[in-house]
């Protein structure tokens, strides 16, 4: 007795699942397994600073050879004790702040000595708010004036905390540019009263509208520099553009800051940057910037820095827009970034590497980030990374049963195929033998 169609059918079914299954099981699926030293193809040496005690945080930064070869985020970094033991770490990135505390103050005894100076004092209200920054407000415009700076707990006896800081405002209306600071800064005092001498040295008067006192602390963000190399540099009459092209030698390095040499003064250019990691194709890098430095008697100040998002570019080009100025002479560069730290747990009788460069490294967790920011991390003993070396337990990964046996893709397709052919000359087999002829 002939078995019924549709058995036959789920059997055929079954054999081309079977052989699907057996294609696909060329591709291999991401399995995340647990830390192993030959899984890892590069290494660095950690150097322990000779004056570290026991079981104490140290630091070390990362370079650029790190950079170059490790996963983007620096996610399969894995610090290891003597060759075998992942020790647990932290990448830190400083990039600093400051946090301003505003203190009500009232302004008293406003006043101008004729072509001496304008005093003003200010009262804290009371004795024991810390205080290190004052800050003069004024309408004036273009101006360039030394300040004097007293203290005083009783508004009688009175101490010089600073002199010889200067304010100034230089403004360019058609440029719309302007470069102020009217802020003062001192060492950190308790004093009640401020008494503030602004020196005009035979000038008009500055027009005071008020000041303020405030306790400022600030963190400087940790930086690092990479030396680059001019490769190229261009003029475009046309548009009226210098451009200069650098290299950072590899891709990786996280830079959010060019820094140029120029020895000319009084100009004033606005900046433009584009990204390459070939030095083929080009990506504009979001923002623009403007360079300048006066030397002039009511103004003298510079900025060198063009400051952008961070990027991992090998390549940067920067256009300087000269408009009917002649081209500037850029003599060097350099480029700069955060700095990326790891911190770990050291001893002194052990030994440590920097291990990295696994594609299929997942970014770890460890309990040390729970507890780093109620550990003083400030001033750690650094250590120093060694040449890079190749892991001489790395161990290539196997590849997968489709690159070992390229052929077994195309069997398994036509033999996919030719059931399939199969499977449907048999529903068409049957179906004739349902449906009527045709008239």
């Known amino acids: 007795m002939n078995r019924h169609p549709d058995s ?8 081309v699942v079977l052989l699907a299954a057996v294609v696909l099981a060329g591709y291999p699926l991401l399995v995340l397994a647990d830390f192993s030293v030959s899984d890892w193809q590069y290494v660095k040496t950690i150097t322990l600073p000779p004056d570290l005690g026991e079981a104490m945080l140290a630091e070390v930064v990362v370079d650029s050879q790190v950079f170059a070869k490790a996963n983007k985020g620096l996610g399969d970094l894995r610090i290891v004790r003597d060759g075998e033991e992942e020790v647990p770490y932290q990448l830190a990135i400083t990039r600093g702040g400051s946090r301003r505390t505003p203190h009500n103050v009232r302004i008293q005894d406003l006043g101008h000595l004729p072509g001496r100076h304008t005093e003003l004092v200010i009262d804290l209200g009371q004795p024991g708010l810390l205080h290190n920054e004052v800050e ?8 360039r004036r030394k300040v004097v700076l007293e203290s005083s707990n009783d508004g009688e006896s009175w101490l010089t905390v600073s002199q010889g800081v200067e304010i100034y405002d230089f403004t360019v209306a058609k440029r719309n540019f302007n470069a102020r600071n009217t802020l003062v800064q001192y060492t950190e005092s308790t004093a009640r009263y401020l008494r503030v001498r602004i020196l005009n040295d035979g000038e008009a008067p500055l027009a005071i509208t008020g000041a303020s006192a405030a306790s400022l602390v600030e963190e400087e963000p940790l930086r690092t520099e990479y030396p680059v190399q001019i490769i190229d540099r261009g003029e475009d009459s046309t548009r009226e553009i210098s451009s200069l092209t650098v290299d950072l030698a590899t891709t990786g390095l996280p830079t959010d800051r060019l820094t140029l040499g120029i020895g000319e003064t009084n100009f004033h250019r606005r900046v433009t940057l584009e990204g390459s990691l070939d030095g083929e194709s080009w990506r504009a890098i979001s923002g623009s910037g403007e360079v ?13 820095m063009v400051d952008y998002p961070e990027v991992t570019y090998r390549y940067l080009r920067l256009s300087i827009h000269n408009q009917d100025d002649a081209p500037l002479a850029v003599d060097g560069v350099t480029a700069s970034g955060l700095r990326r730290r790891l911190i770990f747990q050291a001893a002194p009788e052990a030994t440590y590497g920097l291990y990295y460069g696994n594609r299929q490294a997942r970014q770890p ?8 920011p109620y550990l003083e991390t400030g001033n750690l003993p ?4 060694g040449e890079q070396q190749n892991n001489p337990q790395f161990a290539l990964p196997e590849l997968p049963v489709s690159e070992r046996f390229p052929w077994l893709i195309t069997l398994g397709v036509a033999a996919v195929a030719a059931v399939a052919g199969l499977l449907l000359f048999g529903v068409l087999r ?3 033998k349902v449906l009527p002829p045709p008239e």
């Open 430 to 432: 049957q179906a004739k």
């Open 365 to 372: 967790s460890y309990d040390l980030e729970r507890f780093l």
């Open 8 to 15: 036959r059918h789920r059997r055929i079914l079954g054999l």
């Open 136 to 143: 003069i407000f004024t309408t004036s415009k273009n101006f």
């Open 292 to 304: 300048y430095a006066y030397q002039t008697p009511k103004f003298t100040g510079s900025n060198l």
């Open 382 to 385: 650094g250590a120093e990374l």
